[in-house]
């Protein structure tokens, strides 16, 4: 299975940076923050916000790999206090900023809308990024995309299905050929 470390390791290596949280889920340990109480409502959205991003194709998508469950694991375990706050002030924010571009709650939207919809998001995301202070939290769906990525890459799916696994590795072996469109390697 893809060692946690490498994982994380792997996501803030996408990401461009660091992942919230991260520190605290490589300790072992929690926070200290107060768990949130996530409804299956607020794991369903989320599923679908991270579907949204890594959708089902000739590979399995995000809710597959079950990532709206482990958000909510990450988010409570991991988070401290303020992260939390934001990250379920970005839930409402995300569904109100839907709702005010297609006259759609994100839940009601189509495939297609929620695509076109993350896409602007993403793009605003990546623009406030660059101008943020250190003080300022990270964007609202920095954070959801980053935990997207981290859950699906790091589960049983995202390493066996899409990354190149082996349970157990043989020799080591420094030089392998890489062929355009190979899948990269899980650890």
Not at 13 to 35: D, K, S
Not at 83 to 92: I, R, V, Y
């Amino acid at each position: 299975m893809i060692n946690r470390r490498e994982a994380l390791s792997r996501v803030a290596l996408i990401m461009g940076g660091t992942v919230l949280g991260a520190e605290a889920f490589l300790a072992g340990c929690t926070t200290g923050a107060p768990g949130l109480n996530f409804s299956k409502s607020d794991i369903a959205f989320l599923n679908e916000i991270a579907e949204t991003i890594m959708p089902a194709t000739n590979t399995p998508g995000a809710k597959e790999a079950k990532v709206g469950e482990f958000m909510t694991v990450i988010v409570n375990d991991c988070y401290e206090a303020k992260d939390q706050t934001a990250f379920m002030e970005g839930l409402k924010k995300l569904n109100e900023a839907c709702t005010k571009a297609i006259n759609k709650s994100f839940m009601e939207a189509t495939s297609a809308e929620r695509n076109t919809f993350l896409t602007a998001l993403d793009k605003e995301a990546a623009a406030f990024q660059k101008t943020k202070k250190p003080t300022e939290q990270k964007h609202y769906f920095t954070m959801f995309k980053e935990l997207t990525l981290w859950g699906f890459f790091s589960s049983e799916v995202g390493a066996t299905k899409v990354l190149r696994y082996i349970a157990v590795p043989g020799k080591y072996e420094g030089s392998i050929p890489y062929k355009k469109g190979d899948k990269a390697w899980a650890t």
